[in-house]
């Protein structure tokens, strides 16, 4: 049996569930303000998400161990990549934004790259030794997400609403995170 760290990044399961949640009507704004307002970790929350789609059922201790796993990698390559591109958004001294775009769009894809690779460490924890059973995945969901919160100091009540209303959703249109 091929576990997820043997496979590609791009059929990982998890990988696959982020880019059809993310594109999620509201979710990629609610997941930017969660970065933005709260210094959420995006693949972080989403990986506790997939775990409540899967009925796992996290404590702070799990999220503290998980957020262990990919801090170095996020602070050293995943956030200078992002604030890179972000600066190069509105050009950087007297070089054009027209100039500096086709780079933009590289560093782009590498920023999305190294997210894969955060995903990929946090797919190789086995869900199955992470927390506990959970009983519904909705309220599975809400309960790993105040664990998140609890564990940065909270997070934007408004923006988290906009994830937990888009999960219950999902789960409509996706059971079980299948297409």
């Known amino acids: 049996m091929t576990s997820a760290s043997d496979k590609p990044r791009e059929e990982s399961p998890f990988w696959r569930f982020s880019l059809r949640f993310y594109s999620r009507p509201s979710v990629g704004a609610a997941c930017l303000a969660l970065q933005d307002e709260a210094g959420a970790d995006v693949n972080l929350m989403l990986f506790l998400l997939f775990l409540a789609e899967h009925k796992?059922?996290?404590t702070r201790d799990d999220i503290a161990r998980l957020d262990g796993a990919v801090r170095s990698w996020r602070d050293s390559v995943v956030k200078p990549?992002?604030?890179?591109?972000?600066?190069?958004?509105?050009?950087i001294g007297e070089i054009p934004i027209a100039v500096s775009e086709t780079f933009r769009g590289q560093i782009k894809r590498l920023e999305l790259e190294s997210e894969q690779i955060e995903q990929h460490v946090l797919e190789?924890?086995?869900?199955t030794?992470?927390?506990?059973?959970?009983?519904?995945?909705?309220?599975?969901?809400?309960?790993?997400?105040?664990?998140?919160?609890d564990y940065l100091g909270g997070l934007p009540a408004?923006?988290?609403?906009?994830?937990l209303a888009a999960f219950g959703?999902?789960?409509?249109?996706h059971p079980a995170g299948v297409p």
């Open 81 to 91: 990549l992002r604030a890179l591109r972000r600066v190069l958004k509105t050009g």
């Open 158 to 163: 408004p923006a988290l609403a906009t994830i």
């Open 129 to 149: 030794a992470i927390g506990v059973s959970g009983l519904l995945r909705d309220r599975t969901a809400e309960i790993n997400l105040a664990a998140y919160g």
């Open 124 to 127: 190789g924890c086995e869900p």
């Open 169 to 173: 959703e999902f789960g409509r249109h």
């Open 56 to 58: 796992r059922q996290v």
